[in-house]
């Protein structure tokens, strides 16, 4: 069952903990309308953790750095965010115990459909579209984590199975840049301070009776209180990566789901804790992936409780613990056919969308290797410095 928040479950009735969540930073019931793409725009869907970058390299970001959509071009790159909230957290029906299932309208003249929330539901989506000629969708994202104990190959060698039975030639796959999977904790948290070793981590994701409380002798002298490990749902890339460094097919029955990279989930809640990736907390506390600031230090998100124009940046409220980090490479995947189309994308010229976005070795510099294409990366928290196409992998 999705988390609730430990501050609204002390609520005495339905009706006041439906007023506490109505009012807090923390899950929302409604969802915002998003731009409808047209034919032949370039369309996306995908990970958590890398919906803020696609969403900055197509439209810019808060410091006044043009984004590809920016530069007069007739077609547009559009990136659907894997929430349906633009602070990144899940979305209520009326009963605040059900999360709703959001959705989407990929292009113009289509109904709506569910909202891929993730990287494999990304890559599912794309896989499952197998039109040829008028595809919906272009591309998905997807986290991969190589070093993983259990090693995270993202996509798999099924999901490039299927693209040949598509009649796709496969897939391509351009890594736009790195991140990493650490270990969030409220800034009030009872876990140790030095952080959690592989093994803890292992036995408080199984819900092993020696970790179930952080005064257990196998995590050290904190309270008697019990750990609420959260993770986020299935289709989430963050999800099986995290399980994969673990060695773990799934979790035990305490591990509760919540929709990844909200830190509304964990702030304020000391027992919490969840894994968290580095570049959306340099977006919450406006630091740059591969500097380590933002030009101006400017935190991206804000009290959505107040009507515009807003109200000043909104603290995350969660820390990272020391010790347990697992490099994530962040990844764009779309069709072989598609990289090797000779069909130009813009009118007048001479490259395909994905030449001209991701990939084309040997050609002119695709805007997301570009210094405006990695600098837009770098502000949405993410370190671009190392980029590179399937076809010149390292």
């Given at each position: 069952?999705?988390?609730?928040?430990?501050?609204?479950?002390?609520?005495?009735?339905?009706?006041?903990?439906?007023?506490?969540?109505?009012?807090?930073?923390?899950?929302?019931?409604?969802?915002?309308?998003?731009?409808?793409?047209?034919?032949?725009?370039?369309?996306?869907?995908?990970?958590?953790?890398?919906?803020?970058?696609?969403?900055?390299?197509?439209?810019?970001?808060?410091?006044?750095?043009?984004?590809?959509?920016?530069?007069?071009?007739?077609?547009?790159?559009?990136?659907?965010?894997?929430?349906?909230?633009?602070?990144?957290?899940?979305?209520?029906?009326?009963?605040?115990?059900?999360?709703?299932?959001?959705?989407?309208?990929?292009?113009?003249?289509?109904?709506?459909?569910?909202?891929?929330?993730?990287?494999?539901?990304?890559?599912?989506?794309?896989?499952?579209?197998?039109?040829?000629?008028?595809?919906?969708?272009?591309?998905?994202?997807?986290?991969?984590?190589?070093?993983?104990?259990?090693?995270?190959?993202?996509?798999?060698?099924?999901?490039?199975?299927?693209?040949?039975?598509?009649?796709?030639?496969?897939?391509?796959?351009?890594?736009?840049?790195?991140?990493?999977?650490?270990?969030?904790?409220?800034?009030?948290?009872?876990?140790?301070?030095?952080?959690?070793?592989?093994?803890?981590?292992?036995?408080?994701?199984?819900?092993?009776?020696?970790?179930?409380?952080?005064?257990?002798?196998?995590?050290?002298?904190?309270?008697?209180?019990?750990?609420?490990?959260?993770?986020?749902?299935?289709?989430?890339?963050?999800?099986?990566?995290?399980?994969?460094?673990?060695?773990?097919?799934?979790?035990?029955?305490?591990?509760?789901?919540?929709?990844?990279?909200?830190?509304?989930?964990?702030?304020?809640?000391?027992?919490?804790?969840?894994?968290?990736?580095?570049?959306?907390?340099?977006?919450w506390s406006g630091v740059s992936g591969n500097t380590g600031q933002a030009p101006d230090g400017l935190p991206y998100f804000h009290d959505p409780s107040v009507a515009y124009p807003g109200s000043n940046a909104l603290s995350p409220g969660i820390v990272m613990l020391p010790g347990y980090?697992?490099?994530?490479?962040?990844?764009?995947?779309?069709?072989?056919?598609?990289?090797?189309?000779?069909t130009p994308w813009q009118p007048g010229g001479s490259l395909n969308w994905a030449q001209t976005l991701f990939c084309d070795p040997g050609g002119p510099t695709p805007y997301f290797q570009t210094a405006a294409g990695q600098s837009l990366i770098a502000e949405a928290g993410a370190n671009?410095?190392?980029?590179?196409?399937?076809?010149?992998?390292?």
């Amino acid at each position: 069952m999705k988390r609730i928040p430990t501050r609204y479950v002390a609520a005495a009735t339905a009706v006041a903990a439906l007023a506490l969540f109505a009012a807090a930073a923390g899950p929302i019931q409604a969802a915002r309308a998003d731009p409808v793409p047209q034919g032949n725009d370039v369309v996306g869907v995908g990970s958590d953790t890398m919906q803020y970058i696609l969403d900055f390299a197509a439209n810019g970001d808060i410091l006044g750095d043009a984004g590809y959509n920016d530069a007069g071009n007739v077609y547009r790159l559009s990136s659907f965010d894997a929430t349906a909230d633009a602070n990144g957290r899940s979305v209520y029906g009326t009963n605040i115990l059900e999360p709703v299932n959001p959705t989407v309208v990929i292009r113009a003249g289509t109904s709506p459909v569910q909202r891929p929330d993730g990287g494999i539901a990304g890559v599912s989506a794309l896989l499952a579209d197998t039109s040829v000629t008028d595809p919906a969708l272009n591309f998905a994202t997807i986290v991969s984590a190589p070093t993983a104990t259990t090693p995270d190959a993202q996509p798999t060698t099924a999901d490039a199975t299927q693209a040949e039975l598509n009649g796709w030639g496969g897939l391509e796959v351009f890594t736009l840049g790195s991140d990493s999977l650490q270990m969030a904790v409220a800034t009030t948290s009872n876990a140790p301070a030095a952080g959690l070793t592989m093994t803890q981590l292992q036995g408080i994701y199984s819900c092993e009776p020696g970790y179930r409380n952080w005064d257990s002798p196998n995590l050290g002298d904190g309270p008697n209180s019990t750990i609420i490990p959260l993770i986020a749902p299935p289709g989430s890339d963050i999800r099986d990566a995290f399980l994969d460094d673990l060695g773990l097919s799934n979790t035990g029955g305490c591990v509760q789901t919540a929709q990844a990279n909200d830190p509304t989930t964990i702030a304020g809640d000391p027992n919490a804790i969840a894994p968290f990736t580095l570049s959306r907390l340099n977006l919450w506390s406006g630091v740059s992936g591969n500097t380590g600031q933002a030009p101006d230090g400017l935190p991206y998100f804000h009290d959505p409780s107040v009507a515009y124009p807003g109200s000043n940046a909104l603290s995350p409220g969660i820390v990272m613990l020391p010790g347990y980090s697992l490099p994530l490479l962040l990844n764009v995947v779309y069709r072989a056919s598609d990289q090797n189309s000779a069909t130009p994308w813009q009118p007048g010229g001479s490259l395909n969308w994905a030449q001209t976005l991701f990939c084309d070795p040997g050609g002119p510099t695709p805007y997301f290797q570009t210094a405006a294409g990695q600098s837009l990366i770098a502000e949405a928290g993410a370190n671009p410095a190392s980029q590179y196409c399937t076809t010149d992998a390292p």
